[in-house]
């Protein structure tokens, strides 16, 4: 058995009720048994710590299934291509583009888990490790998951670990941590490049408006959500006014009505939602009196673009810089 990664489950972890899912893992378990002898790669146990357990990792993986497009990316980047992945859902071909960019060969399989992570499919895939850094469904499904293969994940939450942390926990978990800190600096480094070469952006405020409603709108309200540091990193800042509304049940956002929609009002509104959504948003009085709007410093991030901020990888990063810089610059400048 050597070479094959082993798992450790927290201790005193809850198995969830359910037949289906129990059969599923009886599954699981007879399907990968025997191919515990020819999982590739030597070396000493790799441990991985998560919020919800270990995962005891030995040898190279070389067949990794990623739960999420995050974990997703920052496996290709890392240069393993994973034998399956969770498709990016209503993105043209179903990958990102900044994940497709760094694809070659053949694609790995991909398969929805829109409605939770599909277990028994999953362990049809027989991998030696399972990435889910950015699985927001992981708990779950995490139990199951643990009788077909080590889960690597998040270690404090989904949407709380920084993109560098979730970029160093699959590079320990691939051992490749080299290549990981190479990935850091990259995108920093593009990061650097775009804010010395847009200098207007140096200092500019902004509030991002997200994903509108019928009454209001979430907004960020913090500089530790994700789309604010990726902004950040170009030398914008979340105005102050936003930073001291108080949160909602998602980390870093706020909630407005649209009769307070006046407190996002700075120097640039970034804002993001479906079509229909953003129609609602674009509609409303007291959105189009905002100066800003009024002024054109009003910038529609497109749902692929809002990603890459709002799950933040080095790749996506870099795409996001190349995207934005030059286009809000342009509009700082009216």
């Not at 709007?293 to 749902?303: A, F, I, M």
Request: hydrophobic share 45%.
């Amino acid at each position: 058995m050597s070479g094959r990664a082993t798992r450790t489950p927290p201790r005193g972890a809850r198995r969830r009720p359910g037949a289906l899912l129990l059969a599923a893992v009886a599954v699981v378990v007879s399907v990968t048994a025997c191919s515990q002898e020819s999982a590739p790669g030597g070396g000493a146990t790799v441990a991985v710590e998560g919020a919800l357990g270990t995962a005891k990792i030995t040898g190279t993986p070389r067949r990794v299934v990623a739960l999420d497009t995050t974990s997703a990316d920052l496996a290709v980047a890392l240069g393993t291509k994973p034998v399956a992945m969770a498709e990016a859902e209503g993105t043209a071909g179903s990958v990102l583009p900044w994940t497709a960019k760094s694809l070659t060969g053949k694609r790995p399989v991909l398969f929805s888990a829109a409605a939770g992570d599909p277990v028994a499919r999953i362990a049809a895939y027989k991998p030696d490790v399972i990435l889910a850094v950015g699985d927001r469904r992981l708990p779950d499904s995490y139990t199951a998951l643990t009788a077909v293969a080590p889960v690597v994940h998040y270690t404090i939450g989904p949407d709380t670990d920084s993109w560098q942390a979730m970029t160093r926990t699959v590079a320990r978990a691939l051992r490749v941590p080299d290549r990981g800190e190479q990935l850091i600096a990259a995108a920093d480094q593009a990061a650097a490049d775009a804010r010395a070469a847009h200098p207007a952006l140096v200092g500019e405020r902004f509030s991002l408006l997200l994903n509108p409603m019928p009454h209001g709108v979430g907004a960020a309200n913090s500089r530790k959500d994700p789309s604010g540091r990726v902004l950040g990193k170009l030398g914008l800042k979340l105005d102050e006014v936003l930073n001291q509304l108080p949160p909602s049940s998602y980390p870093g956002r706020t909630y407005l009505a649209y009769e307070d929609l006046a407190v996002a009002d700075t120097d640039l509104v970034f804002a993001t939602g479906a079509d229909d959504a953003m129609r609602t948003l674009e509609e409303q009085p007291a959105f189009r009196s905002l100066k800003a709007v009024k002024e054109g410093r009003y910038v529609r991030l497109d749902p692929t673009l809002a990603q890459a901020l709002a799950d933040p990888t080095p790749r996506s990063i870099e795409y996001a810089v190349e995207q934005l810089a030059g286009r809000v610059d342009a509009v700082v400048r009216k």
